[in-house]
Structures are given as C-alpha cells and as structure tokens.
C-alpha cells in the first residue's frame, strides 16, 4: 500500500488559473439550482390569471431561445404579489399588475431569472459558495 499526501486549498488560495479551472469545472455542471420554483411561478401565475400553460422549454441562460405557450383568455384583474412565495414569483405578478400583458410578464421574468442564474456562474458567488461548504482543492483547482 501507499499513501499519497497532497496539500489542500480552499478557493481563495488558488492561483488566478487554477481558480479559472475550478470555476469551470464548476460551470460547466451548474444547472439553475431553482428551476423547480421557477416553473411552479410560472404555472402558479398562469392559473392566478385564468389561462393554462400549455408547453415550456426553457434556457434559462438564453431566454430568445425559450418557448413557452398558453391558451385561454387572461383575465384583466390584478392578482397577488406572493404566488408560491418564492422570489419568481414577483417579475410575472409586478409585470403583469402594470402591463395585464402575459408575453410582457413571461419575458420579465425570464430576463430576472437569466440574470439570476448568470450570478450564479460568476466566481463571486462560486468564491462564497466554497466557503460556505467548505470545499477544499489541489493545487490545479481539481475539488477534492
């Protein structure tokens, strides 16, 4: 048997490269960590205003790329600010008590969750993410 012994970093004390590596490592297997509570705004809102979600494929990182299709008729009221109670929730409701527009609304919010989610890819947020979950490396930004 042998034991092999390597030092360990934490993110912060990684060169500039091997934080790039650990970083896109990163990225590269990042989903949106809440497209489940976006979707349910989503359906949430469409039930609030009287119409069904018929179809949705989403990229969240590129919203021109995104489908998503309804049918009904909206009604004209305003509805809740607090849907399911989760942040997406709150582009559709304040686009929709402003505009009664459902494809004004849609865009609004997939335009604050794209930018959500590229917040979520920065280092900024992978940096406090390591942190906080005390994930340790070696020197080229492998996570060990």
């Known amino acids: 048997m042998k034991t ?3 030092d360990v970093y934490q993110f912060s004390e990684l060169t500039p490269s091997a934080k790039t590596r650990a970083l896109s490592h990163y990225q590269a297997d990042c989903e ?3 497209t489940n509570e976006a979707i349910n705004s989503l359906k949430a809102f469409c039930d609030a205003i009287g119409i069904t979600l018929t179809h ?7 919203p021109a790329r995104t489908s998503i299709k309804t049918k ?6 305003d509805i ?3 849907l399911t109670g989760v942040f997406s929730d709150y582009p559709l409701t304040k686009n ?3 505009s009664k527009s459902v494809s004004y609304s849609i865009e609004c919010f997939l335009k604050e969750i794209c930018d ?6 920065s280092e900024e947020y992978f940096a406090d993410h ?3 979950n005390e994930y340790n490396f070696d020197i080229n930004g492998n996570q060990i």
């Open 4 to 6: 092999i012994t390597i």
């Open 32 to 34: 949106y960590p809440w």
């Open 56 to 62: 949705y494929d989403i990229d969240w990182l590129c």
């Open 72 to 77: 009904g008729t909206p009604t004209n009221q």
């Open 80 to 82: 809740p600010e607090d």
């Open 96 to 98: 929709w008590n402003y």
């Open 116 to 121: 959500d989610y590229e917040h979520v890819l």
């Open 130 to 132: 390591c942190d906080i």
